[in-house]
């Protein structure tokens, strides 16, 4: 291996890139990295998911596997943020969820997937009926139950996404808003790259060498609204079971950024306009489960939100790979967290580190 340190270029500006590049810095203090992208903080389009996300950290990882480990991992480092960067925009908050079948049906979380670590990381008890009833109860005849996650975080993607920008600038990390259309194309353009790591997200579709077919969108459209005058002390969410479409969310913001009501999951859904109808549904669904925004007609509406979450058949992929058009540089792909880009953005990038760790010992160039 070369005595210089090795020269890492990130593709992607999103959760996942940036956090990515932050989390090789840490492992290699003098390399030079650089993050390409077409998309930074500050910017809005619909090719660029990150600024969309509610946010928030609610595992529902439950593969006993990396995905349980990639969540926990950003949980503890989420609260390692917390305590050292208030400014960051991520909070401590507490979730209040109904769920509207029986466990069994839910598909969430049982003590063979995981609900014991779940219970012990994130404070996991059970709602009173009085505390169901206050989030619009269950409809006659419905068996169901609530939980309350006493131990959760809720972002402010704006606010979190400049911090992590900002931070990756502070730590010499290069920033070159470019698009490329292949991963080819970026080596040539930094020949003396050692390895890339892959962080497109739905790019991962269309870049001529990877073009990962399994890759689709699942739209999620949200309205942002003001705070109201008594501020909310928790999150809701309300859900027939997991990754359910009709699930209904209100999450407050952090630092000024309002309360995001949610939600809606249309697979391979690629529109990126507004569906004022789904905006009402989403709004009366969000007064009923929290009371407290008031009544659907006073609301005040910031802005009506569509995100394009990146899915994937097989779920995330977080993977080394070479290839002969690539002169032996290697790629550790990170895309795919479909609806958990931000829960898991440091356990994956973790994986990450490792991975380059992995392809350095072997002696890539
Ligand atoms: P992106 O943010 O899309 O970033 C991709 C980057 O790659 C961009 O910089 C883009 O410009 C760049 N790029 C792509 N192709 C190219 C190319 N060819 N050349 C150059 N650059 C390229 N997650 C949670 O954890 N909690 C939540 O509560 C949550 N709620 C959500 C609610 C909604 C409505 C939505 C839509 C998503 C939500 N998510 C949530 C999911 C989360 O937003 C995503 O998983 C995450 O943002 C994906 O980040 P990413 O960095 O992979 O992709």
Avoid at 14 to 37: E, F, H, K, M, N
Wanted: a negative charge; one cysteine or more; proline letters at 6%.
């Amino acid at each position: 291996m070369s005595s210089q340190p090795p020269t890492f270029l990130v593709l992607g500006a999103g959760v996942i890139g940036l956090t990515s590049a932050l989390s090789l810095r840490d492992q290699y203090p003098s390399s030079p990295i650089t993050i390409l992208a077409t998309h930074f903080p500050g910017d809005r389009s619909i090719n660029y998911t990150s600024p969309w996300a509610g946010a928030n950290w609610c595992s529902f990882a439950h593969d006993n596997g990396p995905l349980e480990s990639y969540d926990r991992t950003t949980f503890h480092k989420f609260s390692e943020i917390v305590d050292k960067y208030p400014e960051a925009g991520i909070r401590r908050m507490p979730i209040w969820a109904v769920f509207e079948a029986r466990l069994e049906e839910t598909g969430i979380l049982t003590e063979e997937t995981g609900k014991v670590w779940y219970e012990e990381l994130a404070g996991l008890r059970d709602l009173t009926e009085e505390e169901v009833a206050s989030c619009g109860g269950l409809e006659e005849g419905v068996e169901g139950f609530g939980w309350a996650y006493e131990k959760a975080f809720t972002v402010n993607t704006q606010v979190y996404l400049n911090w992590l920008q900002n931070r990756a600038l502070s730590k010499g990390i290069n920033t070159v808003r470019r698009t490329y259309p292949s991963i080819k194309a970026a080596l040539l353009d930094f020949p003396s790259t050692t390895l890339l790591v892959n962080a497109t997200g739905l790019g991962s579709l269309t870049l001529e060498d990877v073009k990962d077919t399994t890759m689709y969108p699942t739209r999620g459209q949200t309205v942002l609204v003001s705070e109201p005058k008594v501020p909310i002390p928790r999150m809701y969410i309300r859900s027939p079971g997991r990754l359910d479409p009709t699930t209904t969310y209100v999450f407050p913001r952090p630092f000024g950024g309002g309360v995001i009501l949610g939600g809606s999951r249309q697979e391979g859904d690629w529109s990126a306009e507004p569906d004022m109808q789904l905006a009402k549904e989403i709004m009366e669904r969000c007064c009923k489960l929290c009371p407290a925004l008031g009544r659907p007609e006073d609301l005040q509406i910031v802005s009506h939100n569509v995100g394009l979450r990146p899915s994937r058949k097989e779920g995330t992929r977080v993977e080394r790979e070479k290839k002969s058009e690539w002169g032996g540089v290697s790629v550790v792909h990170c895309y795919g967290h479909s609806g958990a880009g931000y829960q898991s953005s440091w356990g994956s990038a973790e994986r990450v580190v490792e991975l380059v760790g992995k392809a350095l010992e072997a002696g890539v160039k």
